[in-house]
Every structure is written in structure tokens, then in C-alpha cells.
């Protein structure tokens, strides 16, 4: 499309990007929402883009009980999305969808929460899994229930809303902050019983959606998670652009 606006683009390393910004060590840089009011104040350019960005709670699928359908459900019903986002980004995000995609995507379906926020269903389906809670948590053969919550420093603020949240059902929750390299290397390993980790790319081809679910992304940074026979075969369907695919894929998308 022409010549280049700008000559060169330089990604510059630095300890803090919003120290960085307001110190004219750097153009550009991503800020925390609740940076925003002030930027603007002082002058700075504030740009936002489409919800094309966003944060998974990670579960290990080789582990027990991670690798329980009733147990990753007790989490999702654990969690009040709306009230996450609004305490923890400051109305500068939405909660997310089932089928991955957001809203503001093209390929979006709208559809309704598969989990809503209920606690008390959340702590049903622990029970269901051979579990009592007691005044040490959950225990199971006379082991209590204790899970690591591993994330990075940018998403600390996200990763405390869970634990309270998990805590709330009487699940014994720790947090273990370390860097992106040291997150997505135990996520590879498996040496994690849950992980918060966020990734772009929603705004583009719905390819995302096979990636994440069944490509080298799901096998490397997403918990190993093996989709169903069914599922892997509408993804590859609907990449056919077959019409009747296309329109089953969704609707499992929307309720897995």
C-alpha cells in the first residue's frame, strides 16, 4: 500500500512498559486500564482495538481432577465472568464466550453462557467427583484438594480474583507468579495444576479456533487437551467451507 509511513519499528525491552511510555523511552506501549484517564490527561494518544485478545484459565488434562469434566465445569460455575471483568480491567474488556470468539468478530455466533456463576452447583459437582468438604477444604482417600494457580505478573490481578473465587467453594488455591518463559515451559511439561495465559489472534481467520483446540498451540501451551473425534472433524469440516458443517461447528462450539 505505498510507501511506509515510519522508516523502522523497534520492539525495545524494558522493565515496565508504562514507566517507559511516560519517560519517552518508548512511542507506543500497552497500558493498564486504569492508566488510561491519565494518559489522556497528560496528553498521550489512547488507542483501543476489538476484544481480539484473550486470558484462559488452563487445566492440566493429564492430571486428577483436572482432567474431570465435572471438575473444570465446578470452576467455570466457581468464577462471576462479568464481576472479573469489571473489578479486574476496568470495563476495558468482556467477559468471555463459549466458541472462543468475541462479539466483536465477524465470525461470531451469539449464544448464551453455557456456565453461569452458581457456587453451590460448583460445589455439587465436586461432591460427584468423591469429594466432602471439610474445615481443610475438599478431601478425597483422606487427601485434601490443593491446587497451584500458576501465572505471570501481568495477569496477578486476575489470577487473586480467581483464588478468592475458588476459596469461595472451599477450594484450597495457591498462586505462583513467574515469567512468561517459566509459564509457558511448565504449561508444556504439564508441571502445573492450573494456569491463567493469554494469547491473540481472534480477529483473523476462524482458523484460531482449530489451532487453539487442535494444533500445535493446543500442544504446547494449552494443557494437551485432545478433542473429541466429533469435534476435530467439524473443525476440518468448516474449513472446507462446507455449509452444513460450517453450521453444525458452531453449534458445538457454542456448547463445549
Known amino acids: 500500500q505505498g510507501t511506509p509511513v515510519v522508516p523502522e519499528i523497534s520492539f525495545v525491552q524494558v522493565g515496565n512498559e508504562l514507566v517507559a511510555l511516560k519517560g519517552k523511552a518508548v512511542h507506543a506501549a500497552t497500558v493498564p486500564p486504569e492508566a488510561v484517564l491519565e494518559l489522556k490527561a497528560q496528553g498521550f494518544t489512547v488507542v483501543s482495538q476489538p476484544h481480539f485478545f484473550c486470558l484462559k484459565l488452563l487445566f492440566n488434562h493429564h492430571k486428577f481432577p483436572m482432567e474431570k469434566l465435572a471438575f473444570r465445569q465446578a470452576l467455570a460455575q466457581a468464577m462471576d465472568l462479568p464481576d472479573l471483568v469489571s ?52 478431601e478425597r482417600d483422606g487427601q485434601v484438594l490443593d491446587l497451584e494457580l500458576l501465572t505471570a505478573p501481568v495477569y496477578a490481578r486476575e489470577a487473586e480474583y480467581l483464588k478468592k473465587a475458588f476459596e469461595g467453594i472451599g477450594l484450597a488455591v495457591r498462586l505462583r507468579q513467574g515469567d512468561y518463559a517459566i509459564l509457558d515451559q511448565r504449561v508444556k511439561t ?14 483473523a481467520d476462524p482458523k484460531i479456533i482449530n489451532d487453539v483446540t487442535m494444533g500445535p498451540l493446543a500442544a504446547d501451551f494449552f494443557g494437551r487437551y ?15 467451507h ?7 461447528a458452531v453449534t458445538v462450539l457454542q456448547g463445549s
Open 87 to 138: 473489578q479486574t480491567l476496568r470495563g476495558h474488556g468482556q467477559p468471555g464466550l463459549p466458541g472462543l470468539l468475541p462479539p466483536d468478530s465477524p465470525w461470531h455466533c451469539a449464544t448464551k453462557t453455557s456456565y453461569p456463576f452458581d457456587p453451590e452447583a460448583a460445589q455439587r459437582l465436586l461432591a460427584s467427583l468423591g469429594y466432602q468438604r471439610t474445615d481443610k477444604g475438599w
Open 190 to 203: 504439564r508441571q502445573f495444576d492450573l494456569a491463567l495465559s493469554g494469547h491473540g489472534g481472534l480477529g
Open 226 to 240: 485432545q478433542p473429541s473425534p466429533p469435534l476435530a472433524q467439524l473443525l476440518l469440516d468448516q474449513l472446507r
Open 242 to 248: 462446507d455449509g452444513q458443517a460450517d453450521e453444525l
